[in-house]
């Protein structure tokens, strides 16, 4: 019963595995347990920024199972990513985070300044 | 228990899991456990411009913790059999 509930795909199968702080790694799945604690090899974290993405190499990496909310199997037959989107550098995808974190920030303190005059 | 129940009854149906980060996946549901950790199979996400990285996963298993809803079919609830199994675990419990 809890075996069926576990994630029993073979080895061979690459993964993609979301966590809590957004972030997306791909990898192949080594171990896993009902906690959700896994242990990913040759894990490449995928960052993308609107249309933009890149891989970044990770290596082995062990997760606690707290932080995953979703393990799913790439089919390997499918297009990963939508055709438009496009592959960029590391230091321009770590570029277009930076400007997205920063709008983002700044829409939080105008947003904050505006409730602070409590517009009706 | 009840709700583990519940889902174990529910396996074979389309379910859409509606995860606290928003993303919102519609499959078919394989099994669950008693942390109610999901395991859809069939899958495809509802917003799938939003969520480009998951356009080929198929199946999937998702952390009981981070769901916030799990909407079902209309007719594949009894919900007056569910109320009465709620308010006898409510009892017992």
Do not use: W
């Not at chain 2, 999937?60 to 909407?71: A, D, H, T």
């Amino acid at each position: 019963m809890l075996a069926s509930a576990l994630y029993n795909y073979d080895d061979a199968g690459k993964i993609v595995v979301l966590l809590r702080d957004g972030r997306k790694l791909m990898g192949t799945l080594r171990f896993f347990d009902q906690f959700a604690n896994a242990v990913l090899e040759g894990v490449c974290e995928r960052v993308i920024v609107g249309e933009q993405y890149n891989d970044i190499p990770l290596g082995l990496y062990v997760i606690r199972g707290e932080n995953v909310v979703l393990i799913g199997d790439l089919d390997t037959e499918r297009e990963e990513l939508p055709p438009h989107m496009v592959r960029v550098s590391e230091t321009e995808i770590k570029r277009a985070q930076k400007v997205e974190r920063e709008a983002s920030e700044l829409r939080g303190t105008m947003r904050k300044r505006m409730e602070f005059l409590d517009f009706d | 228990m009840l709700f583990f129940s519940y889902f174990k009854d529910l396996v074979g149906q389309e379910v859409t899991v509606e995860l606290k980060n928003d993303l919102a996946i519609r499959g078919t549901l394989h099994s669950v456990d008693q942390y109610l950790n999901i395991k859809l199979e069939n899958t495809r996400v509802v917003d799938q411009d939003k969520f480009p990285h998951m356009l080929s996963v198929r199946n999937c298993f998702i952390r009981g913790s981070v769901v916030r809803y799990v909407q079902l079919p209309p007719d594949g609830v009894d919900v007056d059999l569910l109320h009465d199994a709620a308010r006898r675990e409510a009892r017992g419990g």
